[in-house]
């Protein structure tokens, strides 16, 4: 059975910084991107960072380029999302997520077939 579970959410304030965790379990590592959505109150959920488990290509998303860095330890099954010079606009929940690399660049969040329960940031102004 496919899991991944988030850790590492919390209330920042504004400016600060956190690190989301994501560890894998149920498949193989390698043949996924694992990446991360966010939701914030009353909006859907959009992309906001992915990285090739295989080679370790990255991407984000426009709003949070310069400030979040995506990485990952496959030898732990583990993927962190850095986040650093946090807005108030950064507040979501926030979900870990897996599937194929063009599934998540496409940010079609209904095709995705793997998802976390989810996290909570909420930056403070």
């Known amino acids: 059975e496919v899991e991944l579970v988030e850790s590492g959410g919390g209330l920042v304030q504004a400016g600060g910084s956190l690190r989301l965790s994501c560890t894998a379990s149920?498949?193989?590592?390698?043949?996924?991107?694992i990446g991360w959505f966010r939701q914030a109150p009353g909006k859907e959920r959009e992309g906001v960072s992915c990285i090739s488990s295989s080679d370790g290509t990255t991407y984000y998303a426009d709003s949070v380029k310069g400030r979040f860095t995506i990485s990952s330890d496959n030898a732990k099954n583990t993927v962190y999302l850095q986040m650093n010079s946090l807005k108030a606009e950064d507040t979501a929940v926030y979900y870990c997520?897996?599937?194929?690399?063009?599934?998540?660049?496409?940010?079609?969040?209904?095709?995705?077939?793997?998802w976390g329960k989810g996290t909570l940031v909420t930056v403070s102004s």
């Open positions: 149920g498949f193989t590592f390698d043949d996924y991107a």
């Open positions: 997520v897996a599937d194929t690399l063009g599934t998540l660049l496409r940010g079609d969040y209904l095709g995705i077939n793997y």
